[in-house]
């Protein structure tokens, strides 16, 4: 792969932001099992960032993928996995079907204040009955008038507590499980949408996970990206650019390994420390 | 392994036990980053349960080990990890040598209460700097008059902030580091202890676990275990009954995540049927359950060896090994087929995932059981690295 002087100047701004306002404060955050995304995606979104392969008309840098594949690497510079996930949920994973079959209007209310990091994005695909068959999902989305009423919930949200807008997987018509599907734009604050709770998990501990209902949730059609139906396929191709993303952004955490035991505060972290520190003790491990 | 009718009974009434006693509290405790362990160890102790394999005159039940391995078996019904870890600290990793060569006065002191479970024991070797390298371990005892006077400093002590006393490991002189030690009983209320933290670990959670200094510690010299010099030595042999409980402890861990997997999986409904009947699930499962059955087998074959007099150092080794690997093949392969629900802190799968990497680290790391193997098969070179 030739990388450019662009790639390498996105690696150093990003590394810059990640050394100065990130891994400073990630101890803090995993103890409050949540972090400041608004406070984090403004500095992220003020450098340009969230947009790297977004198009320029929404505030993005209209760059390809290589750029987007570059920064999800660099994300792993961050000392844990939350705080990159959530960044990665913003920019590959709740925004790709939005920018790629939006309208104009949409992209304009949802797409431009994700770029600009003044919205938190979540995606809303797996539920309590159905994560990775995501065909299985029940929440449905009815037309009522000019609007969708939607009624179910989601399970795993990652930003959910405190995203402004889901990117959402809705039943909308009878039919075919992949072709009875469509992806809305749902506010987080619109009425009938209820936190129902923030989960305890293994990891990943300064990433807000949550569980959603819906209760005769109603937003205007107009939310709806792209076309009726369409949903499943759209969500799929978004899946594309997730997991290209989760690939790209292992490698460096991987890495980091052997370096975060030069930081004094996790001494008995890395190995090559470790190791170094045997053999001066006078034995190596494992002699054989 | 013929197993008798008593065997049967310590199996069914120490599961009536953790019904009543145990597993109704397992969530709190884990929560509350400890248990209870005077009030456990004492309606254990009245029930006979913590000197099952003791001599009779400190009220041990005078029993053979295989009553031991039968109770480190039945100890992983309990819900969580760090319980039974404690007691089999309490009955066989930090009370062996004491009960073997412990003076009578010695005995009565320190291993009658903690057989009667009012007394909380826990072990004192690994260091900061030492722990599966025992010989490397830097706590001094030194002879002041009639007493030793303690220097050092022990981590990753299990039960420590709640212990009454520690089995200590200390050099008591110069020289080869296999022969200058000793093993003394240092009630822990002794001035100079200091109990510096709690540890908080990714696991074990129930389990406190502290690190400890010492500072100027005076013990009479008869509460040394045995001969001076010896320590390392007892240690090793101490050593033989922990990883044989660590072996059977594993089991009934493994069986009762490989169980709730399956019941999990039943219910659970994936592109239309049963997550089960995906024959990459069901046969993993039958894969795991094969692999526990098999060093079930080992752990008994090494208990009957143990039990006819055999040095059990290989058997004993390969036991710890497997059980310690076994235990985080199983909880990995279990977690991913709960999917989200296996990830939350809460779900009995994450919880084996966290306490079962201790498996391979605690009481002698995998590398250092490969090492004891390899050293009695005759392939570890000869390096001059001390």
Same mark, same amino acid.
């Given at each position: ?26 101890d ?18 003020d ?60 992209r ?13 994005a ?6 309590v009955?159905a ?92 939310y ?25 952004a ?15 505060s ?5 190995i ?17 | ?9 310590l ?10 006693e ?5 969530d ?16 254990? !102790? ?32 309990i ?14 990793m930090?009370?062996?040598a004491?009960?073997?060569? !412990? ?20 072990? $004192?070797?690994?260091?900061?700097? $030492? ?28 039960s $420590? ?14 020289g ?14 002794t001035?100079?202890?200091t109990?510096?933290?709690k540890?908080r670990?990714?696991g ?7 690190q ?36 059977a ?36 499962l ?5 692999e ?16 006819? $007099? ?6 004993a ?8 690997r ?36 605690g ?24």
């Open positions: 792969m030739q990388f450019t002087p662009e790639h390498s100047e996105i690696r150093r701004t990003l590394r810059a932001i990640i050394d100065k306002d990130i891994n400073p404060h990630v803090k955050w995993e103890e409050d099992e949540i972090f400041p995304a608004h406070e984090v995606f403004k500095k992220l979104g450098a340009g960032l969230l947009g790297i392969h977004k198009p320029v008309e929404y505030g993005g840098m209209g760059l390809d993928y290589s750029y987007a594949m570059v920064m999800a690497e660099e994300l792993g510079h961050i000392n844990c996995g939350s705080v990159p996930m959530a960044i990665g949920v913003q920019t590959d994973m709740a925004t790709p079907a939005l920018a790629r079959y939006g309208s104009d209007e949409l304009k209310e949802f797409l431009a204040p994700s770029i600009a990091g003044d919205y938190v979540c995606l809303g695909v797996s539920e009955g994560g990775s068959d995501v065909a299985s999902i029940k929440t449905t989305a009815k037309r009522v008038g000019g609007d969708w009423v939607i009624n179910g919930g989601k399970m795993w949200t990652t930003n959910g507590t405190q995203a402004d807008w889901m990117c959402l997987l809705a039943g909308t018509g009878e039919g075919s499980a992949h072709k009875n599907k469509s992806l809305i734009c749902l506010p987080m604050k619109t009425k009938g949408v209820q936190i129902a709770k923030k989960l305890d998990k293994l990891g990943m501990r300064a990433s807000d996970t949550a569980q959603i209902h819906f209760d005769d949730v109603r937003v205007p059609q107009r709806r990206i792209g076309e009726e139906g369409m949903g499943f396929i759209y969500q799929m191709q978004q899946f594309q650019e997730e997991r290209i993303w989760a690939a790209a292992g490698l460096m955490k991987m890495e980091r390994k052997s370096e975060v035991g030069k930081r004094p996790v001494s008995l972290g890395g090559l420390p470790l190791a170094t520190r045997t053999a001066r003790s006078g034995s190596v491990l494992c002699p054989s | 392994m013929i197993f008798t009718h008593e065997h049967e009974e199996r069914r009434s120490l599961r009536r036990f953790i019904d009543n145990i597993n109704p509290f397992v709190e405790w884990e929560a509350a980053e400890i248990f209870p362990a005077h009030d456990l160890f004492r309606k254990l !102790g009245k029930l006979g349960f913590l000197g099952l394999t003791k001599p009779v005159d400190y009220g041990g039940s005078g029993l053979d080990w295989s009553y031991a391995m039968v109770m480190a078996e039945a100890l992983g019904h819900h969580c990890g760090a319980v039974p870890m404690a007691i089999g600290l309490q009955t066989d930090a009370t062996p004491l009960a073997r060569f !412990g003076s009578d006065e010695v005995k009565r002191e320190f291993l009658a209460p903690s057989i009667a479970g009012d007394y909380v024991a826990c072990l $004192g070797v690994s260091e900061v700097g $030492g722990g599966s390298d025992v010989a490397a371990i830097r706590t001094t005892a030194r002879k002041d008059g009639g007493d030793y006077v303690i220097e050092g400093g022990k981590m990753w002590t299990t $420590g902030t709640q212990a009454d006393w520690m089995c200590l490991l200390a050099n008591t002189s110069e080869a580091a296999h022969r200058n030690k000793t093993l003394i009983c240092l009630p822990m209320r001035p100079g202890i109990v510096a933290k540890i670990k990714i074990m959670m129930a389990s406190d676990t502290a400890i200094y010492l500072d100027n510690v005076r013990v009479p010299q008869r509460f040394r275990i045995g001969e001076e010099g010896l320590g390392f030595t007892y240690q090793m042999q101490q050593f033989q009954e922990e990883r044989l409980w660590a072996g402890g594993t089991l009934m861990g493994c069986d009762r995540i490989i169980n709730a997997t399956i019941e999990y999986t039943r219910e659970r409904k994936v592109f239309g049927r049963p997550l089960l009947d995906n024959q990459v699930i069901h046969f993993r039958a894969e795991l359950k094969s526990v059955e098999a060093l079930r087998s080992l752990v008994y074959r090494a208990c009957e060896d143990y039990l006819a $007099g055999i040095d059990v150092t290989m058997l080794s390969m036991a710890k090994l497997k059980a310690g076994l235990r985080r093949e199983v909880s990995d392969a279990c977690l991913q087929y709960w999917g989200g629900a296996g990830y939350l802190w809460d779900s009995p799968v994450a919880r084996s995932y966290r306490d079962g990497r201790l498996g391979s680290i009481g002698g790391a995998d590398e250092v059981m490969l090492q004891i193997i390899s050293k009695l098969m005759g392939t570890l070179p000869r390096l001059g690295n001390r």
